[in-house]
């Protein structure tokens, strides 16, 4: 990735973007503020959230960028394809079906994500 690691808050999901090559469903809307991406190279960079949990530091996987849009100076978008539509979209050309989803930390299930990451390790932020 060429910007570096940038913040933003989502503003739309469920949507589709397309240029004329390709059109992608499903996709999540972000607005980067004023920071936005410069290049095409800056497609297919993942997109992460992280969070402070005690000492550790937690990221998960959100997805990858399908496109964005720079048109507004004030408000740039990236959208990315969540990581649950991709691997839905694995699963189905391979004619299987998908019972698996990604585990999001939350007070539901922190047990099972603490054990899950006890069997990890996260380097602390430096």
Partial sequence: ???GYLCGNVVGMDLSV????????GVTK???GNHGFETDNELGAPVYTESEIGERNITQALGYVTSFNNSDP?????YYTPLQKV?????????GDC????????ETNAQEYDNLLA???I????
Wanted: charged share 25%; hydrophobic share 30%.
């Fill in 119 to 121: 069997q990890i390790e």
């Fill in 87 to 95: 691997f839905h979209k694995l699963f189905e050309s391979s004619g």
């Fill in 99 to 106: 019972s698996y989803t990604l585990l999001t930390y939350n």
């Fill in 123 to 126: 380097p602390t932020k430096k």
């Fill in 1 to 3: 990735m060429l910007s």
């Fill in 18 to 25: 397309g240029s004329d090559r390709r059109n992608f469903d």
């Fill in 74 to 78: 004030n408000h740039k978008f990236i």
């Fill in 30 to 32: 972000v607005d980067l």
